[in-house]
């Protein structure tokens, strides 16, 4: 009897898998934003998948997979996600999910070439393992097309070392099970900050997922995250949406209705971008909260005016930097004027977060070169159509 149930149950699935093959219309997706928080806006999409049955999807996964039909279910979730891409906003991208099974399917390949894949983020799943070797291929195909990868849930599963040195992915996402609480938890921010300084030395962004509590967002901004995902910012629907009032109130933005995108004439200040860090009164204790934290620490003196920077190492197990405050800028600086005055800096401390002081020399915060640059772009309503290139580790944030 159990092996006929077993049957019948494999059966089942086997319709179900075939009905939605034949209609496409069964499976609803959704867009869940994935936001840049130091932009303030949204970056990109990702495509998720719904069915209209009372089965959850994951089941719906699983199953594919144990029926050897994963290709078939994705294949379908590749058509439907690049027919919206047409109404992509601009200088947003579109992240869809594949398994690494998948890319050996000559119908999802073909599925996929079929389109110009400018601003299409291939999010390698993580629900099978295989030889990471055998992805190159497909993946070098893709990439010709403009397609860019990343590898999901890093940090758990099947998303190891070995993967990550192997596939070179433009994007790492943190599994959320590494972001729930770890304001409450050092060892996941050290974890958190060693993925950081992986993307970073790949050339990759970074995505925190499953963002869900205020304190988790103020850890990962600290900690130089660019970007983020979760229920707090946004939750998925079945637009392409904006941010709305709550979200741009947690991030510190105006909460006006309409283009984030400043009106001409209209110039923002460093106190807008500056971020008040963690302070210590001596190098020692600053050191040794740089460490904890993986945030810029100040050390200030008994009238709060900052004399050291001290600066996360830049490699696993290196030492914090330590640099004596000798650039400021005032909160009412403009942004562009604080930017032309962080490039006149060395070239070994250039790219070092700027500290921001009051008019009697207090400390107010640090503003990141990185943002900068960002709220110059932002300024002229131009930003990159995808994050191929941005540093995955902020320094400044």
Known sequence: MAAAGEVAHRGRWHRRLDAVCADPDALRLVLHPVVDVAAGRVAGYEVLSRFTSDVPTEQWFRAARALGRDSDLDRVVVAGALRRLPHLPPGTFLTVNVSPTSLADERVVAELLAHDLTGVVLELTEHADCDPRQLLEPLRVLRDRGALVALDDVGTG???????????PE???????????????????????????CAGRLDAWIIAEGVETVDELD???????PLVQGFLLARPGTEFTDLDAQA???????TATGSSRRPPGHARRTRDLARRTKTDRTVRDAVRSARE?????VVVD??????????????????????????????ET??????????ARSA???????????????????????DLVLDLVAATGAHPAAPAGHPGWSMGA
């Open 348 to 370: 070994a401390v250039r790219f070092d977060p700027l500290v921001c002081t009051d008019a009697a020399g207090r400390y107010v915060g640090v503003v990141g070169v990185e």
């Open 219 to 225: 850890v990962l901004r600290g900690m130089g995250v």
């Open 302 to 331: 008994g009238e709060d005016v900052p004399r050291v920077i001290v600066l996360p190492a830049q490699c696993p197990d290196g030492p914090p930097r330590v640099e004596t405050v000798e650039t400021t800028v005032a909160p």
């Open 248 to 254: 741009r109130t947690l991030l510190h933005l105006p």
């Open 293 to 297: 934290q993986g945030a810029p620490v």
């Open 158 to 168: 099947h998303s190891g070392l070995l993967r990550m040195a192997v596939v070179r």
């Open 334 to 343: 403009a942004v562009a004027d604080a930017a032309a005055r962080a490039v």
């Open 171 to 197: 994007i790492l996402k943190v599994d959320l099970q590494l972001v729930r609480d770890l304001h409450h938890d050092l060892v996941k921010r050290s974890l958190v900050q060693f993925l950081g300084e």
